[in-house]
């Protein structure tokens, strides 16, 4: 019966490990998608969107906000700077993705570095709060590993809702789909490149509210913690914001849950980065990429 009993434990260790790595993959991604995917733009800036969010949160908290509203500071804070970011920079880029690149590659360098000059090298931590449920010799942090997964749920439920079921969603993908017919039918293309990229921005700052408690120590340089597996999840996933995030995070996160359980932190990573090696060698244009592809397919064949 005891190896029984410890192998429940296990599995449960195991799914509460791959629920922390799926909330952390959607949160980090969906911004990055909707920018990326729906844009055409590749933020390599993305990492300190969240950092924004994540100093927006820390900073009102430390100054003795609750920490609900402090997240919402984070998530504003985020948001403005998006806007700022797409009004003066971003918008000359479109559709130039190399230029891009360089561009929002060089403001993460000068964010990074004012928030070092600013604010120094790190900032008090915030203490991650619900507590952790104990099950046999494993505990998990209730906060990582159930809240922020269901949240990163919602978030992909609310986004799927935005655009697909509201006419800002139909007017915003039909600017991204062809501008010109969009202009010509009325739509101010302008102000819908402008509030995709806020929507995008405010997500990378809600991202960082949320894991404002979760980091340990707050650092200038925490923003690569978040792009790499974002940008990961963005190309394994494919041009479908709602259904490549939901499915990429799914499948990185069984493997970066199985090795990081079973090796350590480190193997995990590994497998996760060998796992998108393999998907976009075989699938070079993403797993939604590779659904529409079929579908054309089929409906040819038909």
Do not use: C
Not at 93 to 115: C, E, H, N
Not at 170 to 177: L, Q, S
Not at 229 to 251: D, K, N, Q, R, Y
Not at 284 to 298: F, H, K, L, S
């Amino acid at each position: 019966m005891a190896p029984l009993t410890f192998s429940v434990y296990s599995l449960t260790a195991l799914l509460f490990q791959f629920l922390n790595s799926f909330g952390f993959i959607v949160l980090a991604t969906v911004g990055l998608a909707i920018i990326f995917g729906m844009m055409g733009v590749i933020n390599l800036a993305h990492g300190e969107f969240i950092l924004i969010g994540v100093y927006g949160t820390a900073l009102p908290y430390h100054a003795g906000a609750p920490l609900p509203l402090a997240m919402v500071g984070g998530v504003v804070a985020a948001t403005l700077f998006g806007v700022v970011v797409e009004r003066t920079i971003v918008r000359r880029f479109y559709d130039r993705l190399l230029d891009s690149m360089v561009a929002t590659w060089g403001l993460a360098l000068v964010v990074s570095q004012l928030l070092l000059i600013v604010f120094g090298s790190s900032l008090d931590s915030i203490s991650t709060p619900m507590g952790n449920v104990d099950y046999g010799p494993f505990s998990s942090s209730v906060y990582r590993s159930i809240f922020l997964p269901a949240v990163a749920l919602l978030v992909l439920v609310g986004l799927y809702a935005v655009f697909t079921r509201t006419e800002f969603g139909i007017k915003a993908r039909a600017t991204i789909e062809d501008p010109e017919t969009a202009r010509a039918m009325g739509i101010d293309t302008d102000r819908m490149y402008t509030s995709t990229f806020a929507i995008g921005s405010g997500l990378a700052g809600l991202t960082g509210a949320l894991y404002a408690p979760a980091l340990g120590s707050i650092t200038p340089n925490r923003g690569s913690t978040f792009l790499v597996e974002s940008f990961v999840a963005v190309v394994v996933g494919g041009p479908s914001v709602i259904v490549g995030t939901l499915s990429a995070a799914g499948i990185l996160s069984v493997f970066n849950a199985t090795g990081s359980f079973f090796f350590g932190t480190f193997i995990g990573q590994m497998l996760l980065l060998l796992v998108a090696i393999v998907a976009l060698r075989a699938l070079p244009d993403g797993i939604t990429g590779y659904v529409d592809d079929w579908r054309q397919r089929r409906r040819a064949e038909e």
